[in-house]
């Protein structure tokens, strides 16, 4: 029962076609949401990554506060990984829906089903990621008491979390300590509505792109072999996101290294998995598709064929002849070609740059851990 549960899912009623998925894009969307109310989106990345670090920089070079959230190493750390993450925010936003469009030929579904399955999954992004306690979503932003209680408890944890782990000697003036007390519950909030929304963005897209997505049937283009049946577009989607992730570790780990930061070290090592597990998880799901679709294809052959193959080999007297060996040849090409057609979206090729991408985001705080062990 709980199985079937896992698998099955309610299609979208409204979007059923290429064109009902960008209207309900082009009103869902961040970036968009940012365009109608007169904000250009990269002004915006820029303000708000000021308004992460620039009280940050206040605190430490004008009243002096020692706070590990308060140093100068620190702010470049949030100043770039605050602009990289809104720019990834607003690129997912922005190519998803486009993907998923441009990859449609490579499932054999039709649109209904296609994009019924797809417009359920980016309501379900868009109601719970996306910074979704901020930026209106579907329905107009309704969400259960639950998630605010969720999303409050979580806010509450960090908080003390930090305080505890963190505790900060409060400035002398009223209004440094008021800007110190604002600008910790600020970045206590960034933090919570980030990991909080990142969290239900891994789990809402392992739920459909990991799971359910496995139902469908891939084309199995033979002419589209080296396009991994079509499907490259979402394998550069992919990448770009990772890529964009690895900088982030990369940039922890080596400001880590230069300031001799354990913190930002651990940082690395947790993100790099959560990365490396949203890049492989987005296409666990596909990868089963087409293994699956592979195997029934190859068990529909067998079954039409089995009998024309016994009589060829096993009934021939004395020998099987020429045509019936042609015939017998060309079942076995098919089944060999259906074998060794690719069972990932992506090539060796990207397998090799991920891995290459991480190893390399990693090397700070590899070395530098190396170092302190030895």
């Known amino acids: 029962m709980s199985t079937n549960r896992l698998y099955d899912y309610e299609p979208h009623p409204d979007i059923t076609s290429a064109a009902d998925l960008r209207a309900f894009h082009e009103e869902v969307s961040v970036w968009n949401q940012l365009v109608r109310n007169g904000i250009n989106p990269y002004a915006f990345t820029v303000v708000f990554t000021l308004l992460v670090v620039g009280p940050g920089g206040i605190l430490a070079f ?6 590990p959230l308060a140093t100068g190493p620190m702010l470049v750390v949030l100043a770039c990984n605050t602009a990289l993450t809104v ?12 993907v998923i469009e441009k990859v449609r030929p490579s499932f054999d579904v039709d649109d209904e089903t296609y ?25 107009g932003r309704s969400h ?31 209004p440094s300590q008021l800007l110190a007390v604002g600008y910790f519950l600020f970045i206590v909030g960034f933090a919570t509505i980030t990991l909080f929304t990142a969290t239900a963005f891994v789990a809402i897209t392992a739920l459909y792109l ?20 079509g499907l490259e577009p979402l394998g550069r989607f992919l990448f770009h996101t990772l890529f964009i992730g690895l900088a982030m570790v990369a940039i922890a780990g080596g400001v880590g290294l230069v300031t001799w930061n354990p ?17 492989v998880g987005s296409q666990y799901g596909i990868h089963r598709a087409i293994v699956d679709t592979k ?11 089995a009998d024309q193959m016994d009589r060829t080999f096993l009934h021939s007297t004395p020998e099987p002849d020429i045509e019936a060996i042609s015939r017998s040849e060309s079942f076995v090409h ?25 190893l390399v985001s990693n090397t700070p705080s590899v070395v530098g851990m190396l170092i302190t062990v030895m």
Not at 146 to 171: E, H, N, Q, R, S
Not at 263 to 279: A, C, I, M, R, S
Request: glycine letters at 4%; charged letters at 15%.
């Open 87 to 98: 720019f990834a925010t607003l690129f997912i936003d922005r190519r998803f829906a486009t």
């Open 210 to 229: 990991a799971v359910r997505v496995t139902k469908f049937t891939i084309q199995l283009n033979p002419m589209l072999e080296d396009e991994h049946y």
């Open 295 to 305: 195997q029934a294809r190859l068990r529909r052959l067998h079954e039409r064929h």
């Open 144 to 174: 259960r008491p639950t998630f605010w209680l969720a999303l409050a408890v979580t806010y509450t944890g960090w908080a003390l979390a930090l305080g505890i782990v963190l505790p900060a000697t409060l400035p002398a003036t009223l």
């Open 62 to 67: 004008w009243y002096g506060v020692d706070h």
């Open 115 to 139: 994009y019924g399955f797809f417009g359920r999954f980016f309501e379900r992004l868009y109601h719970l990621s996306f910074y979704s306690p901020i930026a209106s979503g579907p329905n």
């Open 334 to 358: 098919i089944k060999n070609h259906i074998r060794d057609l690719p069972n990932w979206p992506t090539d060796t090729r990207t397998v090799y740059h991920v891995v290459m991408t991480a």
């Open 263 to 279: 913190v930002l070290w651990v940082f690395t090592l947790l993100g790099t998995p959560l990365v490396l597990t949203w890049f």
